[in-house]
């Protein structure tokens, strides 16, 4: 069990479509399971391990790896799927 709240958020730019931002996901559209399952990892990472830690690790990973590249970007998008379906089913 994970808490975490997704909230609407219309007024993305550019390309993004959801943001998690600790428990918080913000979505552009609430329908996107797949951006919903994406940033749920995130939400976990989260978790894992609480706030600020969190932050300075991928900020950290950010500046040495890259958006792409960055373990955590690597593993939500390993995990996006498998996270999609817990959600889906309400298993989170
Ligand atoms: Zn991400």
Do not use: C
């Not at 997704?6 to 996107?32: C, E, M, Q």
């Not at 939400?43 to 830690?53: D, G, H, N, S």
Request: hydrophobic share 40%; aromatic share 22%.
């Amino acid at each position: 069990m994970i808490f975490y709240l997704i909230i609407h958020w219309p007024w993305f730019f550019s390309k993004y479509t959801g943001f998690a931002f600790g428990p918080f996901v913000l979505v552009k559209d609430k329908s996107n399971t797949k951006t919903i399952g994406h940033e749920l990892v995130h939400v976990e990472q989260f978790w894992r391990m609480w706030t600020a830690p969190f932050w300075v690790a991928y900020l950290y990973q950010l500046i040495r790896n890259g958006y792409r590249d960055n373990k955590y970007e690597v593993e939500a998008r390993e995990r996006a799927e498998e996270m999609e379906q817990k959600y889906l089913k309400g298993d989170l």
